[in-house]
């Protein structure tokens, strides 16, 4: 399923294979589950990442995903619709701060992301990296996965504290980005 989308949409779904689990560990490594009341994930694919969110997230945290492609939401939906908590859609992360407005969530924690920037658009990695730092504002952190480091100064446009770490445990080798406003005291 995988290759096939990918083969049909490369700018969207920028892999040929899913994350694997050592690269799921590090993107959702440093959410706190325990305080966390909304996560939000854009382009959960197949549910790599949604699948470590679940397993470790609170029953009364909302979990929202995001997903274009029309089979993979297909398939999401058959994975995780049947869940009380989760609240999937076939939208566009440009429409982030619509869709919290419309289910009356003040705040998101954490938006986790598979979208493949270094391929989309750059107007539409503009608005989703704008929306993405209006929505999370001072609190949330934004976390993501690329390839390449080749959309790092984008990246700092919109936030202005960013940690890295590379697993080479991924195919390709992957880069995770856990992105801030500014420096946040626990």
Do not use: W
Not at 3 to 14: D, F, L, N, Q, S
Not at 52 to 76: G, M, P, S
């Amino acid at each position: 399923m995988f290759i096939k989308e990918y083969i049909k949409h490369p700018r969207k779904v920028g892999a040929i294979a899913p994350s694997s689990k050592y690269l799921a560990y590090k993107m959702i490594k440093e959410i706190n589950f325990e305080l966390a009341k909304c996560i939000v994930e854009y382009g959960p694919g197949t549910g790599a990442f949604t699948e470590k969110i679940l397993a470790r997230a609170k029953d009364d945290t909302k979990i929202i995903l995001l997903e274009v492609n029309e089979e993979f939401y297909c398939k999401l939906k058959e994975l995780y619709g049947h869940k009380k908590n989760v609240i999937i859609l076939n939208e566009s992360a440009e429409k982030i701060s619509e869709i919290i407005k419309k289910y009356n969530i003040e705040f998101v924690d954490y938006i986790i992301s598979g979208l493949p920037f270094a391929s989309l658009p750059e107007e539409v990695s503009m608005n989703i990296l704008k929306e993405t730092s209006k929505t999370i504002e001072k609190r949330g952190e934004f976390i993501t996965f690329q390839y390449t480091l080749f959309k790092k100064n984008l990246f700092k446009e919109f936030f202005n504290e960013i940690e890295i770490d590379k697993t080479f445990r991924n195919l390709p080798p992957a880069y995770v980005l856990q992105c801030k406003m500014e420096s946040q005291s626990v």
